[in-house]
Each structure stands twice: as structure tokens, then as C-alpha cells.
């Protein structure tokens, strides 16, 4: 947070960070009340991209579940109603994920918790994407395939690719269609930043891998 903070404080924008948990709504109602306090009565675009991977552990499910899904449903609905509000209509985008969009993971709690997480995004965003056209604000999700973070790039993590694909042989193909093993988080947030923008103005229902062709491949 301190490093986003920095680079657009650098590019003489302004920013007001706050920390909260997706899983507290009155914590998200306070970050939300802190920065249009700070920064001005409108709210154009929201990113719920909050999101955890336990894969292990006898409470993965429901920390996975609350914090990937219930989480999103909390952002979606503490900041829906300002925006209506506001009046300027503006754009939702949900992070899901590739495992949204396909039957990817491992009969372990954290990981088949994540799968439902990350396909019940879809509902939500479906959902919340003709209740909020009314009032032009439009709502999709970005559904990527594996990406440089943290999340990933570490030694459980890799770990547990490993089993899966030990798991898999002779089966399917897990790898992406392109010849690259891992998109950059700019990769995301480009795609992101086409559907928050004037370029995506009448994009909203749309479930958009962002995956180097994975998905297809299914």
C-alpha cells in the first residue's frame, strides 16, 4: 500500500489509503466515507479485487469464502447505493479468476472453496450488472490465469501446482494456450483499466478472461 501510495503521490495525484477488511461491511462503509470525504462527493469506479488462496488448513473453506465471495458482495453493496446517489453512473469490476470460469483445483477444503468463490463471482457480477444498468453503472469481471504475485510465487504454492500436475499426467493440458507461464499484474490491470474507461463504456455482463488463451484450451 505504502509503494502505490508513493507512485501516485510521484505523479502528483491525490490518494487517501485506508485499511480495512472486505469481511467487516463497517469497516469498508468507513474506508468508503474516509475517501469521498477526502477527495469529493462522487464515485466513479470500484475494483473488489481482495482476495486469498488457503489451500490447506481445516478452516480454508470459509476463510476462502468469506473473503473471496462474501467480500465481494460487500463491496458491491456498500458502495452501490453512494454511487446511485452520486449520480454519474461509472463502473464495477469484480477479480475472479480462470478457476471462475472452469473446473480448476484439487479436493482439498481451500481449494475447491476457491473454485465456488471465484464461480460465484460470475453470479454476483451477472446479477449485479442489470440491477445497476438503470443507472449507468456498468459491472463486469476479469478472470485471469496465474499471475506474479506473492500469491502464487511461493514455495507452498508452487508446492501444490506441482501435486496437481503430478496428479494430471496423461490428462489434460494445464498450461496456458500462449507461450507464457505466468501473466505480469500490469497485464491485469491494463484489462481492468479498458473496462473502467470510455473504451468500455457499453461493456457490462461480461465475464473477461485475461488468461494468455487458458480457458480456451479447456
Known amino acids: 500500500m505504502a509503494a502505490t501510495v508513493k507512485l501516485v503521490e510521484d505523479a502528483g495525484a491525490r490518494i487517501v489509503a485506508v485499511e480495512a477488511d472486505v469481511r467487516d461491511r463497517d469497516s469498508l462503509k468507513s474506508a468508503l466515507r474516509t475517501g469521498t470525504a477526502e477527495l469529493g462527493d462522487r464515485l466513479d469506479i470500484v475494483v473488489a479485487n481482495a482476495g486469498i488462496a488457503p489451500m490447506a488448513g481445516e ?6 469464502i468469506d473473503v473471496n465471495l462474501t467480500g465481494v458482495y460487500h463491496t458491491v453493496d456498500v458502495v452501490m447505493k ?26 482439498i477444503a481451500g481449494s475447491v472453496g476457491y473454485a465456488a468463490a471465484k464461480h ?18 456498468r459491472v463486469n469481471s476479469v ?22 500436475a ?5 490428462g489434460p493440458d494445464m498450461g496456458n494456450a500462449l ?3 505466468a501473466l505480469e499484474p500490469e497485464d491485469i490491470a491494463n484489462a481492468v483499466f479498458w473496462l473502467v474507461a470510455d473504451t468500455g463504456r457499453y461493456v457490462t455482463g461480461v465475464a473477461l478472461p485475461v488468461d494468455a488463451g487458458y480457458v480456451n484450451k479447456r
Request: aromatic fraction near 8%.
Open 59 to 64: 478452516d480454508a473453506w470459509q476463510d476462502v
Open 82 to 107: 453512494p454511487m446511485i446517489k452520486f449520480g454519474n453512473g461509472g463502473s464495477i469490476v469484480l477479480t475472479s479468476s480462470v478457476a471462475g470460469l472452469v473446473g480448476l483445483g484439487s479436493p
Open 120 to 137: 460465484g463471482i460470475v453470479g454476483l457480477m451477472r446479477v449485479y450488472a442489470n440491477v445497476l444498468a438503470p443507472y449507468s453503472i
Open 143 to 164: 478472470h485471469p490465469a496465474g499471475v506474479n504475485t506473492p500469491m502464487i510465487d511461493n514455495d507452498f504454492t508452487r508446492s501444490w501446482l506441482e501435486g496437481i
Open 166 to 170: 503430478q496428479e494430471t499426467q496423461g
Open 179 to 181: 507461450p507464457v507461464q
